[in-house]
């Protein structure tokens, strides 16, 4: 993808093979904190993926919203902090290919009894790098996804770009199939920061990918940042925020640089010996952040998660996230994509080869599965919610019929007396404070059994 993970569904998840050191909490280490999914990725095996074909073949549900998800793993270059699956070697035959096998994954779909007939609610476009397509290539898988699955009834049609792959003709082809949320992988405006930290693009490339998707009429325009990353100093972080305040979009993705496994600095760590990633540590990427939320705040912006600000909450939604966050079904296609039917997870073929593969002998591509049960799921759907700062407790007492102050009293209890936690009439508010380090506190609500997991 170009950067953005808020419910990525193309990542590539391995084991922990470096030990961590418990003393110093602050480093930054290797491991995934990010909460994307519960339970963890690690839970799912492939000895339960006759589970997703059992929900495949039961009726259709009549209340519950769908989403399409398509990975598109292909970059002009790796970038040194990515886990996602990506290729960087491809030529347009093998991506016309493997767009060919991505419509026959739909198509498979399109025949279940539990998706036929149905219409998406949203449409997510990652990877990989999504704009790295051709314009030809783009009309093309689109319109054979829309026969498939047509989108006269989508809210919304997310679309993660790389600025150095858009020009205007390009963007004014994502407009006309539909695009609606352009999502701009920008992460710095400094090119030292862009160029030490391997991405593609330099900051000529996002100005002027900005300046043509203003005049476009996108209904969303969001500007990803990454605080945190290798060289990254107060001075050159300060200048990438009021940068892109200036360039006034609608909204703005912040996220503190992590180092998992399956990227180039995990790698040369490995082969040193380090422990501690070359980046800020925590506590300072929490104040930078903290700093950030405040000066958008002063531009006007509000601050709608842990990770967003938005121009005008009343205008600015986010359909992909927080329908997935209330239990909506994802159908994922592509290589490593993951998403659910029903309460099932499950993830594709994590490599081309065996993508493609499977889907040419007539079956599915799913290489593993979990099916959660009613507390799993409940559990999943209050800590995604928790990462917008406010959630209603009637909602979950509605739906599950568990009061969450019960089920967590000794956690609300002990969040609520360091300050991180705060009831408002119903609600549960997050503070400034918890919402800077939501993705560290969430592991304090997973069942015992998940704990042990939260590095893999």
């Known amino acids: 993808m170009s950067s953005s993970k808020s419910t990525e569904p193309g990542s590539v998840i391995s084991k922990l093979t470096v030990p961590l050191d418990a003393a110093s909490e602050e480093q930054t280490e290797v491991g995934n904190y990010f909460v994307a999914n519960y339970p963890p990725f690690s839970f799912w095996k492939p000895e339960y993926k006759s589970e997703v074909h059992e929900v495949l073949n039961s009726p259709r549900p009549v209340d519950t919203n769908l989403g399409v998800y398509f990975h598109i793993p292909f970059c002009r270059k790796r970038c040194h902090f990515c886990y996602f699956r990506v290729y960087t070697d491809k030529n347009a035959s093998e991506i016309n290919a493997y767009l ?84 701009l992988g920008i992460e710095s405006f400094d090119d030292h920061i862009l160029e030490v930290n391997g991405r593609a693009h330099r900051s000529k490339e996002a100005y002027r990918a ?3 998707a203003k005049t476009l009429g996108f209904d969303q325009v969001n500007i990803d940042l990454i605080a945190g ?7 050159n972080w300060e200048r990438s925020v009021r940068t892109a305040i200036e360039q006034s979009p609608d909204c703005v993705t912040i996220y503190q640089m992590e180092i998992p496994y399956n990227t180039t600095i995990f ?10 990633a070359p980046v800020a540590d925590w506590k300072t990427k929490r104040n930078w952040v903290d700093w950030a939320f405040n000066e958008f705040e002063a ?49 594709n073929q994590a490599d081309v080869g065996p993508y493609m593969t499977e889907l040419e002998k007539g079956d599915l591509p799913i290489f593993r599965s979990y099916r959660t049960n009613h507390e799993e799921r409940f559990i999943r759907e209050f800590i995604l919610q928790l990462k917008l700062g406010r959630t209603s407790l009637n909602y979950f007492r509605t739906k599950y019929g568990v009061d969450p102050l019960v089920r967590f009293a000794a ?35 997973f069942l015992e059994q998940h704990r042990d997991a939260r590095y893999t």
């Open 100 to 183: 060919d096998a991505g419509i026959k994954e739909f198509e498979r779909y399109s025949r279940t009894s539990y998706l036929a007939g149905r219409k998406p609610q949203f449409v997510y476009f990652g990877g990989g790098t999504p704009s790295y397509l051709s314009i030809e290539q783009l009309t093309n898988l689109t319109d054979r996804m829309k026969d498939l699955f047509p989108w006269d009834e989508t809210e919304e049609v997310a679309f993660e770009a790389e600025p150095g792959t858009l020009t205007e003709k390009k963007l004014e082809a994502l407009r006309n199939i539909g695009v609606t949320r352009l999502s």
């Open 210 to 212: 900005l300046e043509f």
């Open 229 to 235: 990353m290798m060289d990254e100093t107060p001075e």
């Open 267 to 276: 790698k040369e760590m490995k082969e040193s010996g380090r422990i501690s």
């Open 299 to 347: 531009a006007g912006y509000t601050v709608s998660s842990a990770y967003t600000v938005v121009k005008n909450p009343e205008t600015t939604k986010f359909v992909y996230r927080d329908s997935l966050w209330e239990g909506a079904d994802l159908l994922s296609a592509g290589v490593a994509s993951f998403g659910h039917f029903g309460g099932v997870h499950y993830q």
């Open 411 to 445: 956690q609300f209890a002990d969040l609520q007396s360091r300050g991180y936690f705060s009831l408002d009439g119903d609600d549960v508010v997050v503070s400034r404070g918890g919402l800077l380090q939501i993705d560290r506190l969430l592991h304090d609500f």
